[in-house]
């Protein structure tokens, strides 16, 4: 069964710690599970990803920034994303469309509507079956990343606090919008009660589908 599950959070959400545990528990279960990440998941990306999240490159323009996302994702999409579905397997991926709609088109201020525009232009109108968002205060999740100093420290995670209060916003409204697609997960619990409310939905979603 080939489903599109992708995983949505602020700065130290635990989004990428769930995502390995869920790939772990559905492989037990049985499913042909395959786990990527955005910006990323394929040669090409990764090396895009490098370009977009080097400390170094201060003075990128923030249109430039959500072309180089968007380039990323159409390469990551045709390479890894869409022959694994074709395969039947369930791709777990640590972000996608809806991080350009929040970081690009809202934090950013480009615009939601014209970030979404171009992101079909990339994707081909692909959306996720299931987006898990994992959601936390911002100052939470930034403290966690202050604690844990082995993690990647990028370009991003030297924004202002205000950037990402909008980030949480954004997402929050989002999620709103479409209560179906996604679905808030509260990230402030612990790692095995955020891994466990997850299993519920994604199970949830599995069930209604294998019915159907
Ligand atoms: P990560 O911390 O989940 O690896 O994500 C890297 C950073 O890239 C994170 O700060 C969010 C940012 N990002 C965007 O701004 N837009 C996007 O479309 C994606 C995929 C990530």
């Given at each position: 069964m080939s489903v599109f599950i992708t995983f949505e959070g602020g700065e130290g959400a635990g989004k990428t710690t769930v995502l390995q545990s869920v790939k772990e528990q559905l492989i037990n279960q049985g499913y042909e599970v395959i786990a990527t990440r955005e910006p990323g998941g394929s040669v090409i990306a990764e090396k895009v990803r490098d370009v977009i999240l080097n400390p170094d490159h201060t003075e990128m323009d923030e249109r430039t920034e959500a072309l180089l996302y968007a380039a990323a994702r159409r390469?990551?999409?045709v390479e890894t994303v869409t022959p694994k579905l074709d395969e039947g397997c369930i791709v777990l991926c640590d972000r996608f469309i809806d991080s350009s709609l929040v970081y690009q088109g809202v934090a950013r201020g480009i615009g939601?509507?014209?970030?979404r525009q171009m992101n079909l232009f990339a994707t081909g109108g692909l959306m996720p079956d299931l987006t898990c968002y994992v959601d936390i205060e911002p100052e939470v999740g930034l403290k966690r990343i202050e604690e844990h100093k082995g993690r990647e420290?990028?370009?991003l995670d030297q924004e202002k606090i205000d950037f990402h209060l909008m980030v949480r916003d954004a997402y929050l409204t989002l999620a709103k919008q479409e209560p179906i697609r996604i679905q808030t997960i509260d990230g402030?619990?612990?790692l095995d009660e955020v891994v466990d409310r997850t299993m519920k939905v994604i199970n949830h979603y599995l069930n209604k589908t294998n019915s159907r």
């Open positions: 390469q990551h999409l939601v509507e014209e970030v420290y990028n370009r402030a619990q612990p």
